[in-house]
């Protein structure tokens, strides 16, 4: 029903058909609000062929999917509802007024980075920092890449992300336009890690914007990817952001992911990855920020002995939801995985997190171990959460465990009989909780930003 | 799933390959041909297959069953006819022609005062299967309500149990003698529209038990029912209805074995439990019915909405289950724990080998305050078994003080099998406290090293290391069935080590 709403060439007498309720008849207008997402023609008769051909696929592939809904396994836990009322429409063109005094306050400082900015989902060169790269490095814009040296990317854009995970894939894939982009050649270090910041600024309608990234590590290299997501203000907008990862034999990523978005912004982001023979993959999620955020993590391993290891923090607070999926699918043999998810909800917040780990018939010697701890602060907080194992070898080692519970009462209580006031210790015990994840960050300035953030929404939180 | 990689595969991986020679060792113990397999030639009085409202009526009227009964079948079909097959679960089979499954089979004498006048033929089958009911009656303790096919035709115990004030009956028996009771209670706990297949039971249930334990009363001794599918393309619908009224305690035991058939029998059982205030109610299952040949071919589906209902204060309903046969499994035994302090307990051990399936689990409604759960899950999966725990564990905004642990561990028994894990946690309550583990294994070669230092044989060896790891959930399962699960378990992994 849905597909067929979405679908622009259905025959128009469908939908008065009298067979419909009253619930199909609104999620039949409430599918045409993303429709205005996919671009009008899939093709501006610029790129090279196989692009236009990757976006039409795509705007094909989310008329066919429509919009998920509850009886969709992936949104379960995730209403569309709030995000469909908000009437997003693409944001047309790059926004050029900002200069680099505008977004002084949102950088890190004593951070040494190369630094990418996207403002709206459009590369910004006049705020980025490209200076002094390593010999072999690309990293720019998609857009200014796509035009001058398209062929640099035709092995990988739209390759590693594949069909998509769902619509929202589906259509950031039809409205491919710009990005960042990284590759680095075989063998290459990047000195300093690559900041990618998305900054987002408040648009007369409601936007939203769609930056797809590409980053690519050929053999040996070596490289730190840091990306942010931050706002202007209180804006009310939807980034629909999808990033692909390719990691070579033996080459390592470690990739720092922060979403502080504005308490108005809505959130779809997918990490796309596939990992050589013996690569690394090195992730920390933090999830701060947003109204409602969605985070798909997909993990493929196309060679044996790769290890990929994502661990992620979340705080969830009043009216706020945030979701992670992550998809780890073992094929191969001899490869491991790690997930370490930690929650803290409070105030009328809800989280999500669902995690799968797949290990198909021939991936023996497969080693993962998936963990997900929640701490529930409030009456009106919700967690759901669902790790699942679909194990089709037997010579593994798989295990999840997950938690939900308060603060042990008896850790409150020593703390209070050292005299420290209740606020305070409760504070302080969130924070021991948050601080195994926040002490992995590994890069200084981005864990004390983080540390910070987090102290302060706890303090303001209603614990 | 396709045999076609594991063939290639052998080839060239040596591991698989040794692995293949040592379970060719034991095929002549996997070829082995289903222990319980025989039919008993009696005269039934079958209704052809098919299913309307005429059908539903003349099952309604060979029972003699007053008018509301047959209206709440009725409801129950029409609702039924209005929703989907269910296909979200991880097992796969043809779909099922519900057109050819004939709805009543009856064995033709009736009446029988006592067990003299019991068809001797059916006597013998019971002692095939090693539960003679004239022993079961000079058994203490135990009291049998056998079910042969769908109508029960020997009651034991019964006085014994009178005394007590317990009712321990036949549901169409129940119909006819505690209409009030059971109106009042049935379809309570499993609406007619809960899901498909209960909905079908709904419309269509021919027999099962109705236990009633009044006030204050610990029912006597363990009741158990012993159900047999025995006419080839009868589906069993059985209605089991368990109330515990304030302050009793009832043990239930059910054990299942059915005779060889080529064709898919289809099973879609409801059964409810009700307990009140500071009730206990403990429900448990062994199940074995034929799991289809080698292929999967013409084993049972086995498709059983289960669920219980704390519904007093301090009240415990705890399930305990050892699924090792059918085809396919499919069932849930859920607690809903609406009274304060209730309790309600999963413990469960299933077995797929061959081209076994089973989606099974437990769900746990936390709606009271204090009310706690414990979920202990071990699967093992052999051949090309699939197996699957699907659970969950919800506990609602008012649920203060809420608690649960769940486990659930698998045991994979050679490269083709597979173990899923799918738990779902909703948790709305700061105060719950919530965990969930899960692991998933193979034997480790060290243990087996181990015992087979010691001079035991391999089979021997798992069979000892499998029972170690079900031990958690053997020990809650009363005596005699315990003894008959571990043997049962034994005999089910004979040939699928290797």
Redesign the interface.
Same mark, same amino acid.
């Given at each position: 029903m849905t597909a067929a709403a979405l679908n622009t060439q259905a025959p128009t007498g469908k939908a008065a058909t009298p067979a419909l309720t009253p619930a199909q008849t609104s999620a039949h207008t409430q599918a045409q609000a993303l429709d205005g997402w996919l671009p009008e023609r899939a093709t501006d008769g610029q790129d090279p062929a196989w692009v236009e051909t990757l976006r039409s696929a795509a705007a094909e592939r989310a008329r066919a999917l429509g919009l998920p809904t509850r009886k969709n396994e992936g949104w379960r836990y995730t209403g569309l509802q709030a995000l469909l009322q908000q009437g997003f429409a693409p944001v047309s063109e790059a926004l050029e007024a900002l200069q680099p005094e505008d977004i002084e306050d949102l950088l890190l400082p004593d951070l040494d980075a190369y630094r990418v900015v996207m403002v709206n989902g459009y590369f910004a060169p006049a705020l980025s920092a490209l200076d002094g790269l390593p010999n072999g490095v690309v990293l720019g814009g998609l857009h200014t890449t796509l035009t001058e040296t398209p062929d640099l990317l035709a092995d990988s854009l739209g390759e590693v992300a594949g069909d998509g995970a769902h619509l929202f894939s589906a259509l950031n894939t039809a409205t491919l336009s710009d990005g960042m982009v990284l590759l680095a050649e075989r063998g290459v270090l990047l000195d300093k890690p690559v900041e990618l910041l998305h900054l987002s600024v408040g648009t007369e309608s409601p936007g939203v914007a769609q930056p797809r990234h590409l980053v690519r590590l050929g053999e040996g290299a070596r490289g730190t990817l840091i990306e942010r997501y931050a706002s202007l203000g209180d804006a009310t907008y939807c980034n629909n952001a999808l990033i692909e990862l390719d990691l070579g034999h033996d080459s390592v990523l470690e990739h720092r992911r922060l979403q502080l978005e504005s308490p108005n912004a809505f959130h779809v982001s997918g990490v796309y990855l596939r990992q050589g023979t013996s690569s690394r993959y090195d992730a920390i999620n933090i999830g701060l920020g947003g109204r409602w955020a969605r985070t798909d993590i997909i993990t493929r391993f196309a060679g044996e002995h790769a290890e990929c290891d994502l661990q992620g923090l979340y705080l969830a607070g009043d009216g706020q939801l945030i979701d992670y999926h992550l998809d780890v699918r073992h094929a191969l043999p001899h490869c491991s995985s790690r997930e370490n998810f930690k929650g803290i909800v409070h105030g009328k917040g809800k989280a999500v997190f669902d995690g799968l780990v797949y290990v198909a018939r021939d991936a023996q010697q497969t080693d993962a171990a998936m963990s997900n701890r929640n701490l529930l602060l409030s009456q009106n907080a919700e967690i759901d959460t669902k790790p699942q194992l679909e194990i089709y070898a037997d010579d593994v080692k798989c295990s999840h465990g997950t938690t939900v519970g308060q603060i042990e009462p008896e850790m409150l209580f020593y703390l209070r009989s050292r005299g420290i006031a209740e606020g305070l210790a409760r504070r302080m015990l969130c924070l021991g909780f948050a601080g195994e994840i926040i002490g992995a960050l590994g890069i200084e300035p981005l864990a004390e930003h983080v540390s910070e953030v987090v102290g302060q929404r706890l303090e303001h939180a209603p614990l | 799933m396709s045999a076609t990689? #594991?063939d290639v595969?052998t080839a060239d991986n040596p591991?698989a390959a040794s692995a293949g020679d040592a379970s060719a060792e034991y095929d002549h113990l996997v070829q082995s041909e289903y222990e319980h397999g025989f039919v008993t030639q009696i005269e039934s009085d079958t209704l052809p297959p098919g299913l309307d409202e005429s059908v539903i009526a003349t099952i309604s009227q060979r029972k003699g069953e007053p008018q509301w009964m047959l209206d709440w079948r009725l409801a129950a079909y029409r609702k039924w006819l209005e929703m989907p097959t269910p296909e979200?679960a991880a097992v796969h089979h043809p779909p099922i022609d519900f057109q050819a499954v004939s709805y009543f089979s009856a064995p033709k004498r009736k009446e029988l005062k006592s067990l003299d006048e019991v068809d001797p033929l059916l006597l013998e089958t019971y002692e095939k299967l090693g539960i003679p009911i004239e022993e079961q009656k000079a058994l203490a303790g135990v009291a049998v309500d056998a079910v042969f096919d769908s109508v029960s035709v020997a009651t034991t115990f019964r006085e014994k149990l009178a005394e007590a004030g317990v009712i321990f009956c036949s549901i169409s028996e129940a119909v006819q003698e505690y209409p009030e009771l059971v109106q009042k209670h049935l379809g309570t706990v499993v609406p007619q529209t809960d899901n498909f297949y209960a909905g079908l039971n709904s419309a269509v249930f021919t027999d099962g038990t109705f236990v009633y334990v009044p006030k204050n009363t610990r029912c006597p001794m363990e009741l158990s029912t012993y159900f047999r599918i025995n006419e080839a393309k009868t589906g069993q619908f059985e209605r089991t209805l368990i109330v515990a009224d304030e302050g009793s305690y009832v043990s239930y035991l059910e054990g299942c074995t059915a005779p060889q058939r080529d064709e898919n029998q289809l099973h879609a059982a409801v059964v409810e439990l009700i307990a009140m205030d500071n009730a206990e109610i403990k429900y448990s299952t062994v199940q074995n019915w034929y799991p289809g040949d080698e292929e999967g071919r013409g084993g049972i589906y086995n498709f059983v909405t289960k669920r219980g209902d704390c519904r007093g204060v301090n009240s415990k309903i705890s399930w305990t289950q050892v699924e090792t046969g059918s085809a396919i499994t499919w069932k849930y035994p859920s607690c809903i724990l609406r009274g304060d302090n209730s309790v309600g307990e999963f413990y469960s051990v299933a077995v797929t080998k061959g081209r076994q399936q089973a989606d099974t689990g437990t769900k746990m409604i936390h709606l009271g305050r204090n009310t706690s759960s414990t979920i202990v899950s071990k699967g093992i999966s052999a051949q090309h078994g699939i197996q699957s725990y699907r659970g969950l564990v919800r506990?609602a905004?008012k649920a203060e003080g809420a608690r649960n642990h769940t486990q659930c561990d698998?045991l994979?028994? %050679? #490269?083709?099998?597979?173990? @899923?894990?799918?738990?779902?946690? /909703?948790?709305? @309550?700061? %105060?719950?406290?919530? /965990?969930? /583990?899960?692991?998933?294994?193979?034997i480790s070669d060290d243990q087996l090293f181990y015992c087979r230092s010691r001079g035991l044989s391999e089979e021997d060896a798992v069979s000892m290391i499998v029972n170690g790891f079900c031990k958690e959930v053997f020990n809650e399962l009363p005596m005699e069935f315990a003894v008959e699960a571990q043997k049962l378990l034994s005999i089910s992994l004979e040939g699928a080590v290797g």
């Amino acid at each position: 029903m849905t597909a067929a709403a979405l679908n622009t060439q259905a025959p128009t007498g469908k939908a008065a058909t009298p067979a419909l309720t009253p619930a199909q008849t609104s999620a039949h207008t409430q599918a045409q609000a993303l429709d205005g997402w996919l671009p009008e023609r899939a093709t501006d008769g610029q790129d090279p062929a196989w692009v236009e051909t990757l976006r039409s696929a795509a705007a094909e592939r989310a008329r066919a999917l429509g919009l998920p809904t509850r009886k969709n396994e992936g949104w379960r836990y995730t209403g569309l509802q709030a995000l469909l009322q908000q009437g997003f429409a693409p944001v047309s063109e790059a926004l050029e007024a900002l200069q680099p005094e505008d977004i002084e306050d949102l950088l890190l400082p004593d951070l040494d980075a190369y630094r990418v900015v996207m403002v709206n989902g459009y590369f910004a060169p006049a705020l980025s920092a490209l200076d002094g790269l390593p010999n072999g490095v690309v990293l720019g814009g998609l857009h200014t890449t796509l035009t001058e040296t398209p062929d640099l990317l035709a092995d990988s854009l739209g390759e590693v992300a594949g069909d998509g995970a769902h619509l929202f894939s589906a259509l950031n894939t039809a409205t491919l336009s710009d990005g960042m982009v990284l590759l680095a050649e075989r063998g290459v270090l990047l000195d300093k890690p690559v900041e990618l910041l998305h900054l987002s600024v408040g648009t007369e309608s409601p936007g939203v914007a769609q930056p797809r990234h590409l980053v690519r590590l050929g053999e040996g290299a070596r490289g730190t990817l840091i990306e942010r997501y931050a706002s202007l203000g209180d804006a009310t907008y939807c980034n629909n952001a999808l990033i692909e990862l390719d990691l070579g034999h033996d080459s390592v990523l470690e990739h720092r992911r922060l979403q502080l978005e504005s308490p108005n912004a809505f959130h779809v982001s997918g990490v796309y990855l596939r990992q050589g023979t013996s690569s690394r993959y090195d992730a920390i999620n933090i999830g701060l920020g947003g109204r409602w955020a969605r985070t798909d993590i997909i993990t493929r391993f196309a060679g044996e002995h790769a290890e990929c290891d994502l661990q992620g923090l979340y705080l969830a607070g009043d009216g706020q939801l945030i979701d992670y999926h992550l998809d780890v699918r073992h094929a191969l043999p001899h490869c491991s995985s790690r997930e370490n998810f930690k929650g803290i909800v409070h105030g009328k917040g809800k989280a999500v997190f669902d995690g799968l780990v797949y290990v198909a018939r021939d991936a023996q010697q497969t080693d993962a171990a998936m963990s997900n701890r929640n701490l529930l602060l409030s009456q009106n907080a919700e967690i759901d959460t669902k790790p699942q194992l679909e194990i089709y070898a037997d010579d593994v080692k798989c295990s999840h465990g997950t938690t939900v519970g308060q603060i042990e009462p008896e850790m409150l209580f020593y703390l209070r009989s050292r005299g420290i006031a209740e606020g305070l210790a409760r504070r302080m015990l969130c924070l021991g909780f948050a601080g195994e994840i926040i002490g992995a960050l590994g890069i200084e300035p981005l864990a004390e930003h983080v540390s910070e953030v987090v102290g302060q929404r706890l303090e303001h939180a209603p614990l | 799933m396709s045999a076609t990689p #594991d063939d290639v595969r052998t080839a060239d991986n040596p591991a698989a390959a040794s692995a293949g020679d040592a379970s060719a060792e034991y095929d002549h113990l996997v070829q082995s041909e289903y222990e319980h397999g025989f039919v008993t030639q009696i005269e039934s009085d079958t209704l052809p297959p098919g299913l309307d409202e005429s059908v539903i009526a003349t099952i309604s009227q060979r029972k003699g069953e007053p008018q509301w009964m047959l209206d709440w079948r009725l409801a129950a079909y029409r609702k039924w006819l209005e929703m989907p097959t269910p296909e979200w679960a991880a097992v796969h089979h043809p779909p099922i022609d519900f057109q050819a499954v004939s709805y009543f089979s009856a064995p033709k004498r009736k009446e029988l005062k006592s067990l003299d006048e019991v068809d001797p033929l059916l006597l013998e089958t019971y002692e095939k299967l090693g539960i003679p009911i004239e022993e079961q009656k000079a058994l203490a303790g135990v009291a049998v309500d056998a079910v042969f096919d769908s109508v029960s035709v020997a009651t034991t115990f019964r006085e014994k149990l009178a005394e007590a004030g317990v009712i321990f009956c036949s549901i169409s028996e129940a119909v006819q003698e505690y209409p009030e009771l059971v109106q009042k209670h049935l379809g309570t706990v499993v609406p007619q529209t809960d899901n498909f297949y209960a909905g079908l039971n709904s419309a269509v249930f021919t027999d099962g038990t109705f236990v009633y334990v009044p006030k204050n009363t610990r029912c006597p001794m363990e009741l158990s029912t012993y159900f047999r599918i025995n006419e080839a393309k009868t589906g069993q619908f059985e209605r089991t209805l368990i109330v515990a009224d304030e302050g009793s305690y009832v043990s239930y035991l059910e054990g299942c074995t059915a005779p060889q058939r080529d064709e898919n029998q289809l099973h879609a059982a409801v059964v409810e439990l009700i307990a009140m205030d500071n009730a206990e109610i403990k429900y448990s299952t062994v199940q074995n019915w034929y799991p289809g040949d080698e292929e999967g071919r013409g084993g049972i589906y086995n498709f059983v909405t289960k669920r219980g209902d704390c519904r007093g204060v301090n009240s415990k309903i705890s399930w305990t289950q050892v699924e090792t046969g059918s085809a396919i499994t499919w069932k849930y035994p859920s607690c809903i724990l609406r009274g304060d302090n209730s309790v309600g307990e999963f413990y469960s051990v299933a077995v797929t080998k061959g081209r076994q399936q089973a989606d099974t689990g437990t769900k746990m409604i936390h709606l009271g305050r204090n009310t706690s759960s414990t979920i202990v899950s071990k699967g093992i999966s052999a051949q090309h078994g699939i197996q699957s725990y699907r659970g969950l564990v919800r506990i609602a905004a008012k649920a203060e003080g809420a608690r649960n642990h769940t486990q659930c561990d698998s045991l994979l028994i %050679g #490269d083709k099998c597979a173990a @899923n894990t799918f738990p779902y946690i /909703e948790v709305k @309550n700061p %105060g719950a406290k919530m /965990e969930h /583990e899960a692991t998933t294994s193979k034997i480790s070669d060290d243990q087996l090293f181990y015992c087979r230092s010691r001079g035991l044989s391999e089979e021997d060896a798992v069979s000892m290391i499998v029972n170690g790891f079900c031990k958690e959930v053997f020990n809650e399962l009363p005596m005699e069935f315990a003894v008959e699960a571990q043997k049962l378990l034994s005999i089910s992994l004979e040939g699928a080590v290797g």
